[in-house]
């Protein structure tokens, strides 16, 4: 095998084996959160204080609370975008799917004011990060339906991370607008 041959084989056997390795944790002191906190809050990592959820509340993430200056939110999770093709989230393991990481923060009322993505593990669908597509989302609280095609834009080569973060979006806002309201029903 000629020296080219071999180094090119070298780097995709390589390359196999670290795509399919997944990030065990995801990681809720990132710079870009912390970045993003600063800018937009002037509050830093150590003012998130983790939300108690509701026993049988599955989440592939946290909710926080961020008191400085004024009581705000924020998610960090996990979206699991699949391969193309598809999959079975239950019954594939984390090593099959693929992924990405991003925040959410909202405001006192459960808005949306900003979306983030920082970690992108999937090997399709980076536009999916675009400053400019996440605006969208702002100002989203769930008293609308979110319909990729309709109302969320749609991203050409990125078909599948856009309907799963549209998706977690979705849920997540239902999740903290849900959470809020019972606070102040139970008041």
């Known amino acids: 095998m000629s020296k080219n041959k071999w180094i090119l084989a070298t780097l995709c056997t390589w390359l196999l084996v670290t795509s399919g390795m997944a990030q065990a944790n995801i990681d809720y002191t990132h710079r870009t959160l912390k970045k993003e906190m600063e800018k937009n809050w002037g509050a830093k990592l150590d003012d998130l204080i983790q939300m108690e959820m509701a ?25 699991n975008s699949c391969r193309s093709g598809g999959c079975n989230i239950s019954t594939e393991s984390q090593g099959s799917s693929e992924y990405f990481d991003y925040f959410i923060f909202f405001d006192a009322k459960a808005n949306v004011e900003l979306i983030k993505v920082y970690n992108y593990a999937a090997t399709h669908g980076h536009e999916v990060m675009a400053k400019g597509w996440l605006k969208q989302f702002k100002g989203y609280n769930n008293s609308k339906e979110l319909r990729v095609g309709k109302n969320v834009d749609t991203i050409s080569g990125a078909t599948i991370s856009v309907n799963a973060i549209t998706e977690d979006i979705r849920q997540k806002t239902n999740l903290i607008v849900n959470l809020l309201n019972s606070k102040v029903a139970s008041k």
């Open 55 to 79: 026993a049988g509340t599955s989440l592939e993430g946290q909710f926080f609370t961020v008191m400085k200056p004024n009581t705000k939110y924020v998610y960090v999770g996990r979206v």
